[in-house]
């Protein structure tokens, strides 16, 4: 069972704030790499995933064409190295920041993630 970078259960607040869903196929697709990659990177903090109705799962924020989104592999490893599990960190990345403004997924999106590597960083403190 895979223990690091996952939610197993099904939570409802989770799946309203980050909306859309990919399966580790339809991750693995545009980025051009296997579902077990995908894995990997979830074992690694580099990216995560939940567990929604028995399938492993990614929120589809983190894809941006053919790549992950710049800068969300090391800001993972932030989030996780200030204690955040991965319930608290999807939370974080998708609950709307005033000061940013938005939320820091779609911050990261936009090319302004040093800003949220910044605060993610400033967690940790």
Same mark, same amino acid.
């Given at each position: 069972?895979?223990? *690091?970078?996952?939610? &197993? +259960?099904?939570?409802?607040?989770?799946? &309203?704030?980050?909306?859309?869903?990919?399966?580790? !196929?339809?991750?693995?697709?545009?980025?051009?790499?296997?579902?077990? +990659?995908?894995?990997?990177?979830? $074992? /690694?903090? $580099?990216?995560?995933?939940?567990?929604?109705?028995?399938?492993?799962?990614?929120?589809?924020?983190?894809?941006?064409?053919?790549?992950?989104? !710049?800068?969300?592999?090391? &800001?993972?490893?932030?989030?996780?190295?200030?204690?955040?599990?991965?319930?608290?960190?999807?939370?974080?990345?998708? &609950? /709307?920041?005033?000061?940013?403004?938005? +939320?820091? *997924? /779609?911050?990261? +999106?936009?090319? $302004?993630?040093?800003?949220?590597?910044? $605060?993610?960083?400033?967690?940790?403190?």
């Amino acid at each position: 069972m895979w223990q *690091i970078g996952l939610v &197993t +259960r099904n939570d409802l607040d989770i799946d &309203t704030l980050v909306g859309e869903w990919l399966t580790l !196929k339809e991750a693995a697709a545009p980025l051009g790499v296997s579902p077990n +990659r995908i894995k990997t990177l979830i $074992r /690694e903090n $580099r990216m995560m995933g939940v567990v929604r109705h028995g399938e492993l799962c990614i929120p589809a924020a983190f894809i941006d064409g053919d790549d992950l989104v !710049k800068g969300l592999p090391g &800001t993972l490893v932030l989030l996780s190295d200030a204690g955040f599990s991965t319930e608290e960190a999807l939370r974080w990345l998708f &609950t /709307e920041d005033a000061s940013l403004p938005g +939320r820091p *997924i /779609e911050a990261m +999106r936009e090319n $302004r993630g040093t800003e949220v590597r910044r $605060r993610a960083q400033s967690l940790a403190l």
